[in-house]
């Protein structure tokens, strides 16, 4: 699933680009997501630590993935994704040309697909931060089986 895959792309990515990693992972209430779901929010994931990789200089990743339910049915997803390498200018970025872009976008594109949102912060210096929240009211809520 999802969450094994992330784990494992972190640790990879982790041992080849030399820098320290956690992923944390929370599902209080064990919710299953949709196989899309799963997918898109991976593919929003794996293109941040890419991001990270290629750009960053980081020497710490850490990767926070929250599962809950919201009100009348469904679940949120909420993935944190923070780095504390060199930092870039966010809205410089943003508005350049699209080749110097295309990760950010394709990344706010996903999310959008699936009804969620990317917010990406950075201090030039000190880090980034990517923030993914996708949330369905009419996601399937039944738990998943474990053997």
Same mark, same amino acid.
């Given at each position: 699933?999802?969450?094994?895959?992330?784990?494992?792309?972190?640790?990879?990515?982790?041992?080849?680009?030399?820098?320290?990693?956690?992923?944390?992972?929370?599902?209080?209430?064990?919710?299953?997501?949709?196989?899309?779901?799963?997918?898109?929010?991976?593919?929003?994931?794996?293109t941040?630590?890419?991001?990270?990789?290629?750009?960053?200089?980081?020497?710490?990743?850490?990767?926070?993935? =929250?599962? $809950?339910?919201?009100?009348? @049915? #469904?679940?949120?997803?909420?993935?944190i &994704?923070?780095?504390? /390498?060199?930092?870039f200018?966010?809205?410089?970025?943003?508005?350049?040309?699209?080749?110097?872009?295309?990760?950010?976008?394709?990344? =706010?594109? $996903?999310?959008?697909?699936? @009804? #969620?949102?990317?917010?990406?912060?950075? &201090?030039?210096?000190? /880090?980034?931060?990517?923030?993914?929240?996708v949330?369905?009211?009419?996601?399937?809520?039944?738990?998943?089986?474990?053997?």
């Amino acid at each position: 699933g999802m969450e094994t895959a992330l784990r494992r792309d972190l640790e990879l990515l982790s041992q080849n680009a030399g820098f320290a990693a956690t992923f944390r992972s929370t599902n209080p209430e064990n919710l299953s997501l949709p196989t899309e779901m799963e997918v898109g929010i991976y593919r929003i994931v794996h293109t941040a630590l890419t991001n990270i990789v290629r750009h960053a200089d980081a020497q710490r990743v850490d990767v926070a993935l =929250q599962t $809950r339910p919201v009100r009348h @049915g #469904g679940c949120c997803v909420s993935v944190i &994704i923070q780095d504390d /390498g060199k930092g870039f200018d966010v809205d410089a970025v943003l508005a350049g040309p699209v080749e110097g872009r295309f990760g950010l976008l394709s990344m =706010q594109e $996903r999310a959008r697909l699936m @009804g #969620g949102e990317v917010t990406v912060e950075s &201090i030039i210096g000190e /880090g980034s931060s990517v923030l993914i929240e996708v949330t369905k009211a009419d996601w399937p809520r039944t738990a998943q089986t474990t053997s």
